[in-house]
C-alpha cells in the first residue's frame, strides 16, 4: 500500500498502536532501496531498524515513536512523496 509523505506519521501510529508484539511494519521507498522497519517488542516497546543512508537501531517507547519517525523520514526519504508500506504478521496469535 502507497500512502502520501506528508499524512504518514498519525497513520503509522495508529497501525503500531494496533500491532501485537512480534509484528512488523515496513516503510520502503518506491525503488525499495532504503527502508526503515517497525517491530512491536512488547506492550509498549517498539524496535526501528533504520535501513538506508545510516544503518542503526532505535529501541524506543511509543510516546517518542512520533518525534523520531519524523526525523528519519526526513533522512530516508528526502525527496519522496509517496511510502511503500508493507505488514509482517506474527505467525502465531
Given amino acids: 500500500m502507497m500512502m502520501d509523505k ?6 503509522i501510529l495508529r ?14 521507498t518506491w525503488k525499495k532501496d532504503r ?3 517497525l517491530e512491536k517488542q512488547s506492550a509498549d516497546t517498539i524496535l526501528v531498524r533504520e535501513r538506508g543512508f ?5 529501541i524506543i ?3 517518542k515513536l512520533k518525534k523520531l519517525l519524523k526525523i528519519l523520514l526526513k533522512r ?17 496469535r
Wanted: proline share 6%; charged share 30%; hydrophobic share 40%.
Fill in 6 to 11: 506528508a499524512s504518514a506519521v498519525p497513520v
Fill in 15 to 28: 497501525r503500531v498502536e494496533k500491532m501485537v508484539p512480534g509484528d512488523s511494519l515496513y516503510l520502503l
Fill in 76 to 92: 530516508e526519504f528526502p525527496r519522496s512523496k509517496k511510502i511503500r508500506t508493507s505488514m509482517i504478521i506474527k505467525e502465531n
Fill in 35 to 37: 527502508k526503515l522497519i
Fill in 61 to 63: 517507547t511509543h510516546d
Fill in 54 to 58: 545510516c544503518q542503526q537501531d532505535f
